[in-house]
């Protein structure tokens, strides 16, 4: 049976005034609504247990023991995913039984306990209309979903916690890159942020801590994003920090996207990319692609185009590849013509400007 949910009305809301200063550039991740989502959960392994206390509450610190878990053993887990305005004023969201389902998988392999679909798409439901004046309505704008799920219980045995909560923050987003302009990104050959048999293909905070040090050499050779690869593959090539990455064979009609290995995330972005790409009769691979396949299918031109994806940026266009000691230069110029086709076609679907043939679109709030 679906969680019911008890609501603690926000004393000190954001003035209407503030609100609006916020929408009216609210950036990436900076800002957050007036409420929040928590639900406890009380269980021993993680796979007895359960979930109680599904609440609204005003948006605010979390008081935690500082034995908890969290801090400690990094125990927790995490989710990406938008609400988007209609033109009617109706409020959406994609494919959100596919970010439950990861979250679960994800919790799973971080030996937290699963959250039924039904409360997680239930919860996202409750505060958007809860802060339904939050959710912006420009072009290219969304209210960015982030639920989290964190061991709670005050123990310092290694063990998985018997006390966790999940949380759902809510914050407007713009447009993640602005116009997109193509990024150049860094290969990293120093650091991997995931190997066989780890957390590569679980959505956790420790991936990014791993992912950070990297970020930063990236960013010391003037690159925004880094790109991992797999020295134990011939170099075949995994992902970004936090986006999956796609290249486009444009003579042959052909999209080609890093094979899922158990070290690499399943973009919901990537996932649905394939499937637009296939209703379009272009062929897709999923395979392993090295490092060397990019280095000649740019110099001999059947390489046209590199993208990243993932919900915050949806498309990104990839310039040139930096690494210590060579470089691949960009495969187009600019943003290349599929890849830009691609992602308004998919951000189409996802405003409700495009028909939404696959079901994809979950009604949050009218
Ligand atoms: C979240 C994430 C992605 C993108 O997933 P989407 O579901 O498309 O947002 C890709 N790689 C990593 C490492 C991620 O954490």
């Not at 593959?233 to 009609?253: C, H, P, S, T, Y």
């Not at 070290?263 to 272009?282: F, H, P, W, Y």
């Not at 001999?300 to 994806?309: H, K, L, P, R």
Request: net charge negative; proline share 5%.
């Amino acid at each position: 049976m679906a969680l019911e949910f008890s609501h603690e009305a926000n004393q000190h809301p954001a003035s209407e005034e503030r609100r609006n200063e916020i929408l009216a550039n609210p950036g990436f991740g900076d800002y957050f609504s007036d409420h929040m989502v928590t639900i406890d959960w009380e269980g021993i392994g993680h796979e007895e247990g359960t979930w109680s206390n599904a609440r609204i509450a005003p948006y605010g610190p979390i008081s935690l023991d500082p034995a908890a878990g969290i801090f400690h053993y990094g125990q927790s887990v995490f989710e990406g995913i938008k609400g988007y305005r209609y033109s009617d004023g109706s409020v959406w969201t994609f494919r959100p039984h596919a970010n439950a389902a990861r979250l679960n998988r994800s919790a799973y392999r971080l030996s937290l306990p699963a959250l039924p679909e039904e409360d997680f798409v239930n919860s996202l439901r409750e505060l958007v209309r809860t802060d339904n004046a939050w959710v912006p309505s420009g072009d290219g704008e969304a209210f960015y979903f982030r639920p989290f799920m964190i061991a709670t219980e005050a123990y310092l045995g290694v063990r998985p916690a018997r006390k966790v909560q999940f949380h759902v923050i809510g914050s407007p987003a713009g447009n993640y890159f602005g116009t997109p302009e193509p990024v150049d990104i860094w290969l990293s050959t120093t650091y991997s942020r995931a190997g066989v048999g780890g957390t590569g293909n679980a959505k956790c905070g420790g991936n990014y801590a791993a992912s950070m040090i990297a970020q930063a050499e990236g960013e010391s050779h003037g690159c925004k994003q880094v790109i991992f690869k797999d020295p134990n593959r011939d170099d075949a090539i995994e992902e970004l920090g936090g986006m999956n990455v796609f290249f486009v064979f444009g003579k042959q009609n052909k999209i080609v996207t890093p094979e899922l290995t158990g070290t690499i995330l399943e973009g919901v972005t990537r996932s649905s990319l394939i499937q637009l790409a296939k209703d379009r009769g272009m062929e897709v691979e999923e395979r392993k692609f090295t490092l060397s396949e990019w280095r000649e299918g740019v110099a001999n031109g059947d390489i046209t185009e590199v993208f990243a994806c993932g919900t915050a940026a949806v498309v990104a266009p990839i310039g040139k590849l930096m690494a210590a000691d060579f470089e691949i230069p960009a495969a187009s110029v600019g943003f290349g013509e599929i890849s830009k086709s691609l992602r308004e076609e998919l951000v189409g679907i996802q405003t409700g400007a495009v028909e939404d043939r696959h079901g994809w679109m979950v009604k949050l709030a009218d």
